[in-house]
Nanobody, 125 residues
Framework: QLQLVESGGGLVQPGGSLRLSCAASGFTLDSYAIGWFRQAPGKEREGVSCISSSGGRTNYVDSVKGRFTISRDNAKNTVYLQMNSLNAEDTGVYYC??????????????????WGQGTEVTVSS
């Protein structure tokens, strides 16, 4: 059974950094695109960043460009999201999810499945 587990969330001050991890079990990630999504209270889930199976293609929502970096280590079956210069608008629950590479077109939730349970990020002073 495909399973993804997120970790690395927490409380951080504005301007701080966190690194989220998305670890896979039950399957190998190397044939899947992986996306990071977030959901703030009262808002819809949005795509934050996605990465193709090889890591050669990435995309980011405009609000995180230049601050967040997605990467993957297929040998460790893990995808990371390095988040720098965090601000209050980055607060939310962060989820990772997988999409077969051949179906990866856009970084949008409806294309992805095997959702993890989420890890909470709170940016506050």
């Amino acid at each position: 059974q495909l399973q993804l587990v997120e970790s690395g969330g927490g409380l951080v001050q504005p301007g701080g950094s966190l690194r989220l991890s998305c670890a896979a079990s039950g399957f190998t990630l190397d044939s899947y695109a992986i996306g990071w999504f977030r959901q703030a209270p009262g808002k819809e889930r949005e795509g934050v960043s996605c990465i193709s199976s090889s890591g050669g293609r990435t995309n980011y929502v405009d609000s995180v460009k230049g601050r967040f970096t997605i990467s993957r280590d297929n040998a460790k079956n893990t995808v990371y999201l390095q988040m720098n210069s965090l601000n209050a608008e980055d607060t939310g629950v962060y989820y990772c999810a997988a999409a077969p590479e051949k179906l990866f077109r856009l970084c949008v939730p409806y294309l992805f499945g095997s959702w993890g349970q989420g890890t909470e990020v709170t940016v506050s002073s």
